[in-house]
């Protein structure tokens, strides 16, 4: 398994310990006892129907978050900032989902997820 350390940022992050095995699972571990496991899309959705989350769906939920954050009593600028780049970064994806339905007929046949 591939550790993940890009979040350390603060004491709190450095507590908190991420594990990739392959490219659609990710193992999040808080101290001892708290561990969850984030299941991405394995295969094509067509031939496999939906299983799992998308890097759209994190996207939004870390969206959803910053913007309740601005809702409340103390606002900034930095998440006011994130919230823009999160927002460039999901009309990123879903242009490369576009594209590549555009060029390859074949990818848009097989129903991938983005």
Request: proline share 4%.
């Amino acid at each position: 398994m591939r550790e993940v350390t890009k979040h350390r940022i603060n004491k709190c992050n450095r507590q908190i310990s991420i594990f990739s095995g392959e490219l659609d699972t990710y193992i999040v571990r808080i101290g001892q006892n708290i561990r969850t496991t984030l299941a991405f899309q394995r295969g094509p959705e067509k031939s496999v129907g939906v299983n799992g989350l998308t890097n759209e769906v994190l996207l939004a939920v870390v969206m959803d978050r910053l913007e309740r954050f601005q809702a409340g009593p103390a606002p900034c600028e930095e998440n006011a900032e994130a919230l823009e780049l999160l927002e460039r970064a999901l009309a990123k994806l879903a242009a490369r989902v576009q594209r590549c339905m555009t060029r390859n007929p074949h990818w848009r046949s097989r129903g991938d997820v983005g």
